[in-house]
């Protein structure tokens, strides 16, 4: 994937989208009827339903003609409807003549749970097909474009297909890789603070940066938190502020490898139970495999509650002491169990912190993108921050040598209310 | 000053002017022949000569006829002509005739070292004037408008205020509040470190950022550091990579109160020579008034040629124990005795460093402007960072706890290479 989003296209798709009253900093203005100009309407549709349609990618189309757009579709929850089928469907016999669509991605051309989308094209008198990316999938890669030529259907290629990719990126990542997309978020001040040494638990960024926050917990399928997090701070991660058909709330993973929420006070379990666990929501708890509880642990009402829930999976890391540790805990979220635990193919995770956690998919490399809220202010405390000395127990010594460092790539700098969003990538 | 800069504004000006290569992500596009499009042209005017004009505002000047740019002009050197009398001066009789003339400040109605510009538009048939900010001192503002008026010219008054302001600050405030400007400047990781904590001297920030530096360096009239930073990186902090017609190296000044300079050793005398103060340029070393030197450091060679040469200044430390030390060291870069050394009224200073001296800026909220450029990666260090523990003999004891925190305003992020350049204000 090469890089470089347009302004006023992030990771989360087109920013305007989200702000619609916001008078963006940074923001590509097209010219009317323009290519990419449609295709910006398509990839907004294509947010439509957050990202309900995973593992599907969430594609969007729009129908053009004589400069208005007479249909769109978004791609419905996973198992339902493609984007294109649900754009024609809303048009009568004959009406996608001499009509240009954009879709944001290739249309499919196997059987899944629903028929190819490329026939949905045939003999329906569409002057041009407009395309913002190919299929990832090097099986399939070309083929719909190929088959809608075959048809005699004018195709053009890669109108905004950086700034889809990006929106995409998880169904690409997973495509490709053959693992779960890996965001890291966090939001900190100037000088790197999470929070101050108070521990009291506050707000770091501003509204607007928070409500990019919940768009991206229901882009993704999982937040991944650390238990220190989780009994320190008690979140609910759910998704608020934002209204979509299909809303949904993401699963919640924590590491917890000593099993200490095991061993929480009764304090923290009412407050558990009032707080982080009160939605309902499905819950993997990654353990060690050689976690030791007495029997007095075993058999208390707290243990056997997590377990015989069955919104709760316990699940063991793989016991491979070669590999990194976010090698171990992405390698332990893959597979059979996890998926139908989870209901569907677990595609994309967020990492929501703390500091720890995050430290280590940095040192460790293990992420596709960063989404950076910096807020313009100094804590001046020690204890919450990236890389602290205070942190030892799971992060190594880390320190870099000016000379030696890795610049990530810049690919998105926003200003959301009075914070700056940055999305940086590996320089892959 | 309300200050929200249009994209691509900053206080150094029109960026565009500094980056005409760059694909710049933020900037403003106007209408062309609108105002707003000339009074950009009239700003990238304003910075033809840097700012040698100093302490005379830098003020740019186009004359529009039919759509053209039939002159402009740019104020030169301090003492030198005006903008509106360069331009004028450009065009023969009767040429000023039904022409728009757009300049970035209110013309004088004093006589000054140049008579008053007001003047010149007298009976020339001008239709318009248009200007983007009254004179901010209350004893003249909106006369030069007035007698325009007067003299039946059509006047509009602030377009691009906002923006001509910033980049005119330093005359603003020194107008306004009686004491120079004050901008600090740094580069940091994300992790907030100045460099890695093996105290090798790199750089954080890339080529584009550092240009900038080095267009803010003329911008002001004069270079603040600590003498740590003096005795680590011995930098030159002169102007390079900036073409001007009057090229001017800054003033430095060498915040040393101990006096530490007097009692290097002789290789960092050697290197001080060949590389801080190799180029000439005036230099002002700010010492406690009660420092103690003993006869040999008195009579040492490295002593008296620091007080026998005629480009430095031993400046002592006004001696006022209720002011903050910041406080103390503006004071003390206030009055004839400085303006006479300098050789024209010191202006602006820029604040370079180190963390620990800006730390102090900071936290006593002694400033107008941040220029802040973050470099995207992780250091892990912990020395070199604002507000670090391990600077704790001039810094007190800082920490903020979120809910007290006071949070500076974004006026400005540009990407600039693949760094980020924030400028911020107090909210005010």
């Known amino acids: 994937m090469s890089l470089s989003l347009k302004p006023g296209f992030s990771f989360g798709g087109h920013l305007q989208r989200l702000y619609p009253e916001e008078n963006l900093s940074r923001e590509t203005v097209f010219l009317e009827n323009s290519d990419e100009y449609w295709m910006t309407q398509a990839l907004s549709k294509s947010m439509e339903n957050g990202c309900a ?44 003549a001499g009509t240009t669509v954009y879709v944001t991605l290739e249309p499919c051309t196997h059987v899944g749970k629903q028929p190819p989308c490329v026939e949905l094209f045939r003999n329906k008198g569409i002057a041009k097909v407009i395309i913002a990316t190919e299929d990832p999938n090097p099986i399939v890669s070309g083929k719909g474009i190929q088959q809608l030529k075959e048809m005699g259907i004018e195709c053009k290629v890669g109108v905004l297909k950086t700034e889809v990719q990006a929106w995409l990126s998880p169904f690409f990542i997973q495509q ?33 940066s928070r409500k990019y926050t919940h768009w991206l917990r229901q882009k993704y399928d999982a937040i991944l938190i650390g238990v220190g997090t989780l009994l320190n701070d008690f979140p609910s991660l759910d998704v608020r502020e934002i209204q979509n058909q299909y809303k949904r709330n993401p699963l919640k993973i924590i590491y917890d490898p000593f099993g200490k929420i095991f061993r929480c006070t009764e304090q923290e379990q009412e407050k558990l139970n009032e707080k982080s666990f009160k939605m309902g929501t499905k819950q993997i708890i990654l353990i060690n495999s050689r976690i030791l509880l007495d029997e007095q642990e075993k058999n208390s009402k707290w243990f056997q509650s997590l377990k015989n829930n069955k919104n709760f999976l316990l699940q063991k890391l793989k016991d491979k002491s070669e590999n990194k540790v976010t090698g171990i805990i992405v390698e332990s979220l893959k597979g059979k169990e996890i998926d139908e635990f989870f209901g569907r193919p677990l595609q994309s995770i967020l990492i929501e912190g703390g500091p720890r956690l995050l430290s280590v998919f940095l040192q460790e490399k293990m992420y596709d ?52 969003l940055l999305e940086m990538v590996q320089e892959y």
């Open 53 to 96: 349609a995973n593992p599907n990618p969430s594609v969007g189309c729009v129908v053009v003609s004589n400069n208005n757009i007479i249909s769109s579709g978004c791609t419905e929850i996973w198992g339902g409807k493609h984007a294109e089928r649900v754009a024609f469907e809303c048009l009568k016999e004959g009406e996608l």
């Open 176 to 208: 490709l890789n053959k693992r779960p997309f890996i965001a890291l978020k966090w939001a900190q001040s100037l000088d790197g603070c999470f929070a101050d040494d108070h521990d009291g638990w506050q707000w770091i960024s501003g509204i607007q």
């Open 369 to 420: 993108v960063l989404h950076v809220f910096i807020a313009p202010f100094f804590l001046g405390g020690e204890k919450h921050k990236l890389f602290s000395n205070k942190q030892r127990t799971i992060v190594p010594y880390f320190f870099r040598d000016v000379s030696q460092v890795e610049r990530m790539k810049i690919v998105l700098q926003e200003k959301l209310g009075n914070d700056i």
